[in-house]
């Protein structure tokens, strides 16, 4: 079975960047498109953006547009999320996903998440 392990979160100040990682393991990502999603304390769980299991496709929301690139490198088997001018509204447990091949199916692995803390 497909496990997914996120990485790269910490306290960053506004402005900041950071880049999380996304790691699989157990199987190959090469055939699956692969989310990136967040939610903050008392807050529905947010889609952030997503990449087609070729890098063809690639979609954000539109509060991270111009901010957030998404990213894959299938020989390392591994989804990057670049975050730059992060802002505290960023604030939020980061979670990566896997669907297959494209970004309009159900996601079926899920990572534990990794917390981000944008705060001056």
């Known amino acids: 079975q497909l496990q997914l392990v996120e990485s790269g979160g910490g306290l960053v100040q506004p402005g900041g960047s950071l880049r999380l990682s996304c790691a699989a393991s157990?199987?190959?990502?090469?055939?699956?498109?692969i989310g990136w999603f967040r939610q903050a304390p008392g807050k529905e769980r947010e889609g952030v953006s997503c990449?087609?299991?070729?890098?063809?496709?690639?979609n954000y929301a539109n509060s991270v547009k111009g901010r957030f690139t998404i990213s894959r490198d299938n020989a390392k088997n591994t989804v990057y999320l670049q975050m730059n001018s992060l802002k505290p509204e960023d604030t939020a447990v980061y979670s990566c996903?896997?669907?297959?091949?494209?970004?309009?199916?159900?996601?079926?692995?899920w990572g534990q998440g990794t917390q981000v803390t944008v705060s001056s």
């Open positions: 996903a896997a669907s297959w091949l494209t970004c309009v199916h159900e996601y079926y692995y």
């Open positions: 157990g199987g190959t990502l090469d055939y699956y498109a």
């Open positions: 990449i087609s299991s070729s890098a063809g496709v690639t």
